[in-house]
């Protein structure tokens, strides 16, 4: 699904942290966010995702088209991996079906009888980003999703990212890592967010060796 982004401004408590941000990212495509520390593109992702309202500008489509990946996994900690994702499975509406995906794609069977708070970093991310697959959702906002993550489960993550595409999807993606993305780059900077064409010819090729 494309998403369209017009005229944005970005609102950090009382701080107005960026204005004048347009860009469209089409049905397959993903753009990825980059910029110093502070720059702004945790704040920018947060707007996209609803959870900052936006003083100027508009995002097509709505919140509800999207599912946003932050820092913190969205995990509860007292609850096992499996009851997490029973939890998510029925605030998205996707069943045991959202649920299987989730698993499947990120190899979760061995985490599922877990507790939350017991997950190495790593794991807990691998959670996290099985909830994005969980929702449904066409549109991923991805706060530096690789980080924990070791060498196969990165791979792992590429791919799971070339097949949402691949889906129709498209994601926003703050990293500072080079992914191998298929992508355009998007330089934050406060006020002036400017765009730079940056597509590549193969998605992941030296995320995933
Ligand atoms: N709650 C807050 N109130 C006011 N300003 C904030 C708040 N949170 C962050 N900021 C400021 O907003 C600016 C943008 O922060 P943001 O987290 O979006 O940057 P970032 O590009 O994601 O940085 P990083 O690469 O370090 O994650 C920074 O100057 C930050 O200090």
Redesign the pocket.
Known sequence: MELRVEGLA?R????T?LRGVSFTVPAGRALV?R????????????TLAGLSPAPEGSVTPGPDAMAFATHADGLKAQLTVAENLTFWSRAFATGDAGVARAVAAFDLVPLLPRRAADLSAGQRRRAGLARMVLTGRPIWLM??PTVSLDRAMTATFAEVMRAHLAEGGSAVL?T?IDLGLEAEVLE?A?FAAARQAAAQPDPFAEAVE
């Open positions: 970005c950090r408590g009382e701080a942290v966010l910029g110093p520390n502070g720059a702004g593109k945790t704040t920018l992702l947060r706060d530096e703050a500072h934050v406060p």
